[in-house]
């Protein structure tokens, strides 16, 4: 049982350039979140999903985009980098929004 | 708005303290508050609160919900250095026009166990 996984797990990116951060669950979750955090900070809702074909924004979507074909997967899209999407990137999942999530180890991202 | 406040930020003790770490939140359609433990990589779950005055209990840590007042507060008692971590305090409510549950963190607090 793998849990949630993430890839990569570290990148660098120059700004302006795009990419998507992956994000895999093998639970049956219904419920999927991207985080970021900040150096000293807590974590910031990016999105989320409560299903296939349905997401919501978080706090902080401005230049990010999501999408929820399957279950299972959860993709992030950074369209044009900027330096101020510098951070670590953490996916979850639960079966209710009244549940613990389960995190993935983080993606580490870096725009020069 | 809504928003999730913990206190202190960071808090420095010597093996063997008792600290209490603080959340208080301000959310409409309170639904739960859970508190998370992260070190290197991705936090882990602690405790989910949601009743009040229940304490939940796991070893040395301890956690309680006040639901009148807005806030909870985690007990760790005879710390050890393998404590040093971010203690996470979320709170999941249902908002912004949707009917589905959101979760909010605070920003964390930092505690650093010396030996």
């Known amino acids: 049982n793998a849990g949630v996984t993430q890839t990569p797990k570290f990148r660098i990116l120059k700004i302006g350039q795009s990419m998507t951060l992956q994000c895999a669950q093998d639970?049956?979750?219904?419920?999927m979140y991207w985080y970021r955090q900040d150096p000293g900070m807590g974590l910031k809702l990016i999105y989320y999903?409560?299903?296939?074909?349905?997401?919501d924004k978080g706090e902080v979507p401005n230049g990010y985009n999501v999408s929820r074909s399957t279950t299972e997967d959860f993709p992030l899209r950074l369209e044009l980098a900027a330096p101020s999407q510098t951070s670590v990137y953490f996916c979850?999942?639960?079966?209710?929004?009244?549940?613990?999530?389960?995190f993935g180890d983080g993606t580490r991202l870096s725009i020069l | 708005e809504d928003k999730v406040v913990q206190s202190p930020l960071s808090l420095v003790v010597h093996e063997g303290d008792t600290v209490t770490l603080n959340c208080s939140y301000e959310?409409?359609?309170?639904?739960?508050l859970l508190w998370y433990k992260q070190e290197k990589k991705a936090p882990t779950f602690l405790f989910m609160l949601?009743?009040?005055?229940i304490e939940k209990k796991s070893g040395r840590l301890s956690s309680i919900l006040d639901k009148k007042e807005l806030f909870s507060i985690l007990n760790i008692t005879a710390t050890q250095t393998g404590d040093s971590a971010i203690y996470l305090c979320?709170?999941?409510?249902?908002?912004?026009?949707?009917?589905?549950?959101?979760?909010?963190f605070g920003q964390g607090t930092i505690l650093t166990v010396h030996p």
């Open positions: 979850a999942s639960g079966h209710f929004s009244n549940q613990p999530q389960h």
């Open positions: 639970m049956n979750h219904n419920y």
């Open positions: 999903s409560v299903g296939a074909g349905i997401t």
């Open positions: 959310v409409t359609n309170f639904r739960s």
């Open positions: 949601t009743s009040s005055g």
């Open positions: 979320a709170v999941v409510f249902v908002g912004g026009g949707t009917s589905y549950g959101k979760l909010t």
